[in-house]
Nanobody, 124 residues
Framework: QVQLVESGGGLVQAGASLRLSCAAS????????MGWFRQALGKEREFVAA????????EYADSVKGRFTISRDNAKNTVYLQMNSLKPEDTAVYYC?????????????????WGQGTQVTVSS
């Protein structure tokens, strides 16, 4: 069982940066592939970024590639999402997710555990 708690969201202007954190409970965090997804109001949940359990593999949605960076610190049971050059279209609730097993980074239904989400609002 893994519990995930996101933090770091907020209201920023376009062009600003934010760093989201996701703290995980449990001793097996280092065995989980981790992902970030987001859901804007009235839209489907979409993949943002993912990182493998070892940190060696990462993957990004085209819409955030070059602006967002996912990382993890297994010693701290935490995964991060550094978001730079934020745009109004990045406004959404951001969710952290954990998957035990094979590398399936873009498929939300493949993730086993989810956090409660943190709101990111980018004003123009």
């Amino acid at each position: 069982q893994v519990q995930l708690v996101e933090s770091g969201g907020g209201l920023v202007q376009a062009g600003a940066s934010l760093r989201l954190s996701c703290a995980a409970s449990g001793r097996t965090f280092s065995t989980y592939n981790m992902g970030w997804f987001r859901q804007a109001l009235g839209k489907e949940r979409e993949f943002v970024a993912a990182i493998s359990w070892s940190g060696i593999s990462t993957e990004y949605a085209d819409s955030v590639k070059g602006r967002f960076t996912i990382s993890r610190d297994n010693a701290k049971n935490t995964v991060y999402l550094q978001m730079n050059s934020l745009k109004p279209e990045d406004t959404a609730v951001y969710y952290c997710a954990a998957r035990y097993g094979s590398w399936q980074p873009r498929i939300a239904n493949e993730f086993d555990y989810w956090g409660q989400g943190t709101q990111v609002t980018v004003s123009s």
